[in-house]
Structure formats: structure tokens, C-alpha cells
């Protein structure tokens, strides 16, 4: 689902912060201009990355009714775009821009039932859907999956919130969602909400997709930061235009590109819209595409790809990679 939008910025000021779970911040925002935040909006963040500034999505995890107050949580990971470690460092009383909240993944009301899926730091995007669905006494379930319980962010709260409509899956303790008979149980009318790692939501996706269930009642949230692989550098060349430039590991080759003063047209930034979009005209190594505008036939012959989320791995991804062994691609763009 790709929905444009026009950003509104405005600053904010850090409220307060804490840990919620193990690399996951919890920061309340007090933004200047405020205003009622919906179940699954997110906010933009002008994040800096060594010097450079760089916008990022999050999930509005809670709000106070009138929008004085949200709260956005934040996983930290080493292979990041970066944003994360700005996260991260804030504290109360710093001040930073952010856009008003937007939506890419409005909750219907009134299905006959909803399964919400949430995996990891993806509970941001369904718990606010959660309390509502609760509020309004519908007929719902949610799927809540993380590494360990020491990474499960918000659990005591969901259960009490929600007592047994909430089901916890730990790895840790080799429990993991049944997805076939998750898809399973839904009905026609059934409207499933998810966010998560890649993995688990194109597992449930090709569940869903091979059932007679309608596919539009499949819903889903991306922030375009999660890959099959680990992100490694890799070097993009344009050879119409005779420029190349390294990709690092915390930037993507949308922003590379803007970087050395090539017109790039984007929108969303995070794998939904396709504005972004590149021909592929060789590769070494293979693309790890992350987009969800792309279908997976179009992944798989791999002729374009959405530059602000995609990138390229090499034939044996490892972290870090050995030298020499960097992944290279040649494109074009519009
Ligand atoms: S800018 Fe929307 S997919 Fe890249």
C-alpha cells in the first residue's frame, strides 16, 4: 500500500526516555504542534548520522488523547542506518524535528475479526491497534514474537491490557508462531495487521496469498529497515552518467546518490511507493531486496529496485565481509 504524503515539520522536545527492553528506548516527544495521534500513524525524525542528516519512520507506540505527548520506541542495532544510535542518545530536554503524524496503515473498523502479528520492535506499530480494537469490544487476537523475554518490550502491559487474546512466541524458548495455522483460522471477513522482520511477514504473506483469503485483508507496516542479509558496503555505478560511489553500510543508495548531486525522485523512503526505482544492468553479488512495492515475481527476475531501501550483498553474505569480496552493481536511473 503506497500512500504520498506532504511532511509537516515541526520541532519537539524530548520529554523523557527508558528502556523498555534490552536495545529497545522508549522517548516521549512533546511536539510544538500537537494533534491526536490514530492507531498505526508513525512520525518522521530528522535524525543525524556523523554530521549528516537523514530522516527515519517510527511507529507512534502511545499518545496522550489530545497528541501533547507521544511515545515512539526504538530498537538499537549495530547494522542500522544509523538512525538508531541518534535514537538513542537522546535525553529529556533535546530538542529535534519531527513531522506531524502520518498514516500508511489505517486499522478498518468494523471487520468481524482481526489477527494482529507483531514480531520484535514491530509491536510499536499493533499495540496502539490492539487497545483500540479492545476499546471498541472487537472480535481480535494478537501474535506477539520476540528473541527472548529480556527483548520483548510492553509484555506486561499487553497482558494485562489484554489478558488471553495476547499470545507471546520466545525463541529463546524454541516456541514460534504456527503461521499455517494461524492463516488457518481466519475467515473470509478476517482482517490480518502485522509488523515485523522480513522473514516473518513473507512467511505469513505466501500462507495468506495461497489461501482463498482476500488478499486486501492482508495488511502490513515496513519501515524498509529489515533484510534477508546483513547489511554490508557495496559499490553502485552509473555508467550513462560515468559516476560510481561506495554504499556503506548505513546508508542507502538513494541517499549515496542525493549525496553526489544526482536527482533522485523518492517519496516514502522506506520501500512502499516505487518513486525511487533503478533499472539493474549487472551485478556482482545479489540484490537483497527489501521493498514491499515490488512483487515477488519482479524480485525475482530483479531488473529494478527501490534504491532507498534495496541494496546488494555479496554471493556469500558474511558480516563483515571478507576484503575483496564486496558486492558491486551497475544501474541506470529515471
Ligand atoms: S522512495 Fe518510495 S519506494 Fe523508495
Redesign the pocket.
Known amino acids: 500500500m503506497a500512500i504520498s504524503h506532504s511532511v509537516t515539520w515541526q520541532d519537539a522536545t524530548v520529554a523523557e526516555t527508558s528502556t523498555v527492553a534490552e536495545r529497545i528506548r522508549r522517548i516521549t516527544l512533546r511536539p510544538e504542534v500537537p494533534r491526536p495521534v490514530r492507531p498505526g500513524e508513525h512520525v518522521k525524525v530528522l535524525v543525524d548520522i556523523d554530521g549528516s542528516s537523514a530522516t527515519r519512520s517510527y511507529s507512534v507506540v502511545d499518545a496522550a488523547d489530545d497528541g501533547s505527548e507521544m511515545s515512539l520506541s526504538v530498537f538499537h542495532t549495530p547494522h542500522s542506518r544509523g538512525g538508531s544510535s541518534y535514537m538513542h542518545s537522546l535525553r529529556a530536554g533535546d530538542r529535534l524535528r519531527v513531522s506531524a503524524p502520518l498514516q500508511d496503515f489505517p486499522l478498518r473498523i468494523g471487520a468481524p475479526d482481526y489477527i494482529l502479528v507483531a514480531g520484535g520492535i514491530g509491536i510499536t506499530a499493533i499495540r496502539g491497534m490492539a487497545s483500540l480494537l479492545r476499546r471498541l469490544g472487537a472480535d481480535y487476537v494478537i501474535h506477539y514474537s520476540a528473541r527472548s523475554p529480556e527483548a520483548m518490550a510492553y509484555r506486561d502491559e499487553l497482558r494485562s491490557e489484554h489478558g488471553d487474546r495476547l499470545h507471546c512466541y520466545l525463541d529463546s524458548d524454541g516456541e514460534f508462531l504456527d503461521i499455517p495455522g494461524l492463516v488457518a483460522a481466519a475467515t473470509p471477513g478476517t482482517e490480518l495487521y502485522m509488523c515485523g522482520p522480513i522473514r516473518l511477514m513473507d512467511a505469513i504473506r505466501r500462507a495468506w496469498g495461497a489461501s482463498d483469503l482476500d488478499p486486501t485483508n492482508l495488511r502490513f507496516e515496513t519501515f524498509g529497515n529489515s533484510g534477508w542479509y546483513a547489511p554490508e558496503p557495496f559499490s553502485v555505478t552509473i555508467p550513462r552518467l560515468g559516476v560510481s560511489a561506495t554504499i556503506g553500510e548505513n546508508e542507502s543508495i538513494?541517499e549515496a546518490l542525493e549525496g553526489i548531486g544526482i536527482p533522485m525522485m523518492?517519496?516514502?523512503?522506506?520501500?512502499?511507493?516505487?518513486?525511487?526505482q533503478v533499472t539493474i544492468l549487472e551485478t556482482q553479488g545479489q540484490v537483497d531486496h527489501r521493498?514491499v512495492?515490488f512483487s515477488d515475481s519482479q524480485k525475482a527476475t530483479s531488473t529494478r529496485m527501490?534504491?532507498?531501501?534495496s541494496r546488494l550483498v555479496s554471493d556469500t553474505p558474511s558480516h563483515p565481509p571478507a576484503a575483496g569480496d564486496g558486492a558491486r552493481i551497475s544501474i541506470d536511473v529515471p
Not at 266 to 276: F, I, K, P
Not at 306 to 309: E, I, P, S
Open positions: 538513494l523518492s517519496s516514502c523512503r522506506r520501500g512502499e511507493c516505487g518513486l525511487c521493498d512495492f527501490c534504491a532507498c531501501v
